[in-house]
C-alpha cells in the first residue's frame, strides 16, 4: 500500500452516518470529546479554529461556552452539516495539505484538532500553520487513535510509520496513518510546540450504563484515542 493519502476527502460519502454515529457514540460523545474539552477548558470569549471540524459537534460545545468558532474540514458535506449545526459558527471547506492562508498569524487562542492527526500526509507542516496562527499564549489540543490499540488491531512492527486501512462496524473503510506515540511527540517538537500535557483517557463511571462492554474495554485497555494540550515554545518564537 502506498504510503501517502493525497486529498482525497475520505469522509464525504459517509458524513451523515458519521454524524448519526458520533452526536451520541460511546468513543466520541462520552470519551474523546469529554477528554479535549477538559483539556482546552475555559474558552469563553475566545477564538477557536476547529480543524477536521467534521459536522459540527464539537463546535456546536464550543459556541455553547462562549466561544467564537471557525472551522473547516476538506469535506464539503461535513461543512454543510456544520453550518447547519452551528449557525453562530464560520465554516469553510478546507484541506489541511494546504496552508491556512485565509487566517492570519496569531490569530486564534485555540486550535482543536480532534481524530484528524493520521489523514494528513505531511503533519509537520500542518502542524507549523497552527503554530503560526495560534496567538503567544495560546493551545492546540489534538486527540488521535492511541498508538497502542492501532498496534494491538494492526500488528507489525509498533514503530513504523505507515499508511494502514481499516474497516469500521459501519462498513466504513477508511486509510489512515499509523504511528508511534515517539513520531507525535516529535513532529509536535519539530513544528514548534512544547507539549503541556498528554492524556490517555478512560471513560467515567457516569457513562458505564450506556455500554457497558465499552466501557470496561477502555478502563482496561489502551484501544480508543489520547489526547495532547501543546503549546507554542516561548524559547522559540
Ligand atoms: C474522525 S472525523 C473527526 C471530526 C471531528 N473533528 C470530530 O471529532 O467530531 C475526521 C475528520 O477529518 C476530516 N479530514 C480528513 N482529512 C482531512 C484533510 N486532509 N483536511 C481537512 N479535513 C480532513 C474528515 O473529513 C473528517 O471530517
Redesign the pocket.
Known sequence: MADS?G?T????SI?DE?LSH?RDGFY?AHY??PA?LRLLAQVRGLDVL?????????AEELVVRGARVIG????PR?VDLSRQRVPAGDFRV????EPLGWLPDESMDRV?????LE??DDRVAMLREFHRVLRPDGALVL?RLHPTGDWLRHGGGYFDVRVVEETYSGGWKLRYWMAPLERTCEELHQAGFLIERLVEPVPEPAVQALDPEDYQLLRREPRGFLAIKAIPDPRRR
Do not use: I, K, W
Open positions: 493519502l486529498a476527502p475520505q469522509y464525504e458524513a458519521f458520533a466520541n474523546d470529546r479535549c476547529d480543524a477536521a471540524c467534521g459536522p459540527g459537534l464539537y473547516f474540514d476538506s469535506s461535513m478546507h484541506d489541511l495539505t482543536l484538532f480532534a481524530l484528524a489523514y494528513v486527540s
